[in-house]
C-alpha cells in the first residue's frame, strides 16, 4: 500500500465479537448511556446498531433503558407524499415529522397528517409558480436563501408556506362573516 493510500483510507467501524448482541429499537436518545455502559457501535452481519456483550454486568442497565424507548412506529402503513417536495423537506420534517424513503423516492408521513401534508405541498407549489427567485437575495423574515418575491415580499420557502397558511385562515375567516 501505498503512502497516499495509508493516509486516505477510510476509517473501519468498530469490530464486533460474534457472541455480541444487537440492541433493538431507535437507540439515538440512549446512545450516550449505551457507550457509557461499555456498549458499542458497529455492524455485523448487515446489521448496524449499538451491541452489548450478554456477559456484561450492565444487561440489566441496557435492558431497563430499551424498555423506556417509545416503540416504533409502523412506517408500513405511513402515505407517500408526492411532487415536487425538495423545497419542503425541512417543513415536511419539522411540522409532519416525515421520513424519506429511498425506494419510493418520496416523504412518507403518518396516515394522520398525510392529507395537510400533500395539501401544503400542492397548495406551495402551486404559489411558488407565480412567484420569481431572486438569486442572493435573503428571506426578509430570516435571511435563508433562496428566497421568492411574491405580492412584494421576498421570502423563503418556509415563510411562504406560513404566508399562505395565514391566508386561508383570513380567506376562511371572510367567508364567515360574509
Known amino acids: ?22 440492541i433493538p429499537g431507535n ?28 456477559d ?6 441496557i435492558n431497563e433503558l430499551v424498555k423506556a424507548l417509545p416503540p416504533a412506529p409502523d412506517y408500513s402503513k405511513w402515505v407517500n407524499i408526492t411532487g415536487k417536495t425538495f423545497p419542503f423537506k425541512e417543513t415536511l420534517k419539522r411540522d ?25 405541498v400542492d397548495f ?4 411558488k409558480k407565480t412567484a420569481n427567485s431572486v438569486p442572493g437575495i435573503p428571506c426578509e423574515e430570516c435571511g435563508t436563501e433562496p428566497a421568492y418575491q411574491k ?3 421576498t421570502l423563503c420557502d418556509d415563510h411562504i408556506i406560513h404566508e399562505l397558511e395565514l391566508s386561508q385562515i383570513d380567506n376562511v375567516m371572510e367567508g364567515e362573516t360574509v
Not at 458499542?40 to 452481519?45: I, Q
Open 1 to 22: 500500500m501505498n503512502s497516499y493510500s495509508a493516509r486516505y483510507r477510510y476509517k473501519k467501524r468498530s469490530e464486533i465479537d460474534a457472541k455480541w448482541v444487537l
Open 27 to 54: 437507540t439515538y436518545s440512549i446512545k450516550d448511556n449505551l457507550k457509557s455502559l461499555g456498549c458499542k457501535f458497529g455492524e455485523r452481519g448487515g446489521a448496524k446498531g449499538w451491541f452489548s456483550d450478554p
Open 56 to 61: 456484561s454486568s450492565h444487561m440489566g442497565e
Open 96 to 120: 409532519y415529522k416525515a421520513r424519506w424513503n429511498a425506494d419510493a423516492k418520496a416523504w412518507m408521513v403518518d396516515p394522520s397528517k398525510a392529507k395537510d401534508a400533500q395539501d401544503m
Open 124 to 127: 406551495a407549489t402551486g404559489v
Open 151 to 153: 405580492g412584494g415580499r
